[in-house]
């Protein structure tokens, strides 16, 4: 009984990939389809890939080319191949406008730019892409249940915009007593705060624009030392203003004592 049931088996196989053989061979574009269809329906993604880049272009014009174009482009989508997918499904919101499909060829095209979207501290065109797409979808279907995934989407990919430019400016702090890079420190944690006030990292580039102060102000010349002194305090004054009992207030306030003390003396000399 066992050996009859892998026979059974076998010639199933045998015959199934006989049968896919044969229609990838075949000119009859209708054996293609049906079997193309039959494959994605049932998650044979790659098998089913062949037989639609086949058909694909058969079915141009034809009543069945719209759910052709729509299953060829979430073969991409599922295979996780998120360029094709997302520029064949912007094809496809493109080509069948009036589409009941359309909505989730939108969604998926934007969430395919939203997966190509790379670690912080690489490039971030696709991320940039992949912002742009989501919030046409947001503005284009209101409604949408799919609204909230879309926001979190994009709230995720500012956060990483986000990442990138705090870790640029905090790359000027590391190296800026080796490289007297605390100027460009503090300029580029100004204008983080200024480009992204709500931003998560807005304690931390407050707490580094200080210390970046502080340190400049310590590597003075003494003629330049109380001004510079001075211009960290302010750091200091705004920092404790929006965050008195934060996250760096230990280093903070040891910071502040050591200004203090110094512009103390610096006021006696002078």
Do not use: H
């Not at 759910?67 to 997302?86: E, F, P």
């Not at 209101?142 to 956060?159: F, G, H, I, W, Y």
């Not at 905090?170 to 300029?187: H, L, Q, V």
């Amino acid at each position: 009984m066992k050996n009859i049931l892998i026979l059974l088996v076998f010639a199933i196989v045998f015959c199934s990939c006989s049968t896919y053989q044969d229609a990838l061979k075949s000119d009859d574009i209708k054996l293609k389809y049906t079997l193309a269809d039959s494959l994605y329906q049932n998650g044979s993604y790659k098998k089913a890939l062949k037989l639609y880049e086949q058909i694909v272009p058969l079915y141009r014009g034809r009543p069945q080319a719209e759910r052709v174009m729509y299953s060829y482009s979430d073969i991409y989508y599922q295979l996780g191949d998120y360029y094709l997918a997302g520029y064949q499904f912007e094809r496809f919101v493109k080509s069948y406008p009036q589409s009941s499909k359309r909505e989730e060829a939108a969604f998926k095209s934007a969430e395919s730019y939203y997966q190509l979207s790379p670690s912080y501290y690489l490039d971030q065109a696709d991320t940039n892409k992949a912002m742009d797409k989501l919030q046409e979808f947001i503005n284009s279907y209101p409604e949408s249940e799919r609204q909230d995934k879309a926001n979190a989407m994009v709230k995720e990919l500012q956060t990483k915009l986000e990442r990138k430019e705090y870790e640029i400016a905090k790359g000027y702090n590391t190296i800026g007593a080796s490289r007297n890079t605390f100027p460009n420190a503090i300029k580029s944690f100004d204008n983080f705060i200024s480009a992204y006030p709500g931003s998560e990292y807005k304690e931390d580039a407050m707490y580094w624009k200080f210390d970046s102060a502080y340190q400049y102000a310590l590597g003075s010349r003494q003629d330049l030392m109380a001004e510079r002194l001075a211009k960290a305090k302010e750091a200091y004054e705004v920092l404790e203003k929006y965050y008195p009992s934060g996250k760096y207030a230990k280093e903070v306030a040891r910071m502040i004592e050591d200004i203090n003390e110094r512009l103390q003396i610096e006021e006696t000399i002078n």
